[in-house]
């Protein structure tokens, strides 16, 4: 079976920084877009940032000029950098990416991780 297995959360201070990681593994044929997703407690899961297969990126506003996301195609991989952390940046980080695999019809599904808590404290 597909799994994205997210690490990096945890607590932080505001101003710092952190780098999430999301691993891909299983049954895989192929990656398309892969990106990252937060959730904020009584809020709607939100796109923080993602990657195509061929390096493009695109970010929230909320999040431009202090994320950065990268991805590395042969370890089936993606990151998230993020600096100048705020209290309002607190949520639960979802990894996302859309990936081909031997399952069922081996059409093109979005796979979501369990997702890594970050907490950060002003």
């Known amino acids: 079976q597909v799994r994205l297995v997210e690490s990096g959360g945890g607590s932080m201070q505001s101003g710092g920084s952190l780098r999430l990681s999301c691993a891909a593994s299983?049954?895989?044929?192929?990656?398309?877009?892969m990106g990252w997703y937060r959730q904020a407690p009584g809020k709607q899961r939100e796109l923080v940032a993602d990657?195509?297969?061929?390096?493009?990126?695109q970010y929230a506003d909320s999040v431009k000029g202090r994320s950065a996301i990268s991805r590395d195609n042969a370890k089936n991989t993606v990151d998230l950098e993020m600096n100048s952390l705020k209290p309002e940046d607190t949520a639960v980080y979802y990894c996302?990416?859309?990936?081909?695999?031997?399952?069922?019809?081996?059409?093109?599904?979005?796979?979501w991780g369990q997702g890594t808590q970050v907490t950060v404290s002003s």
């Open positions: 996302n990416a859309d990936i081909r695999s031997n399952i069922g019809l081996r059409t093109w599904y979005y796979y």
């Open positions: 990657i195509t297969s061929g390096g493009t990126t």
């Open positions: 299983g049954s895989i044929l192929s990656i398309g877009t």
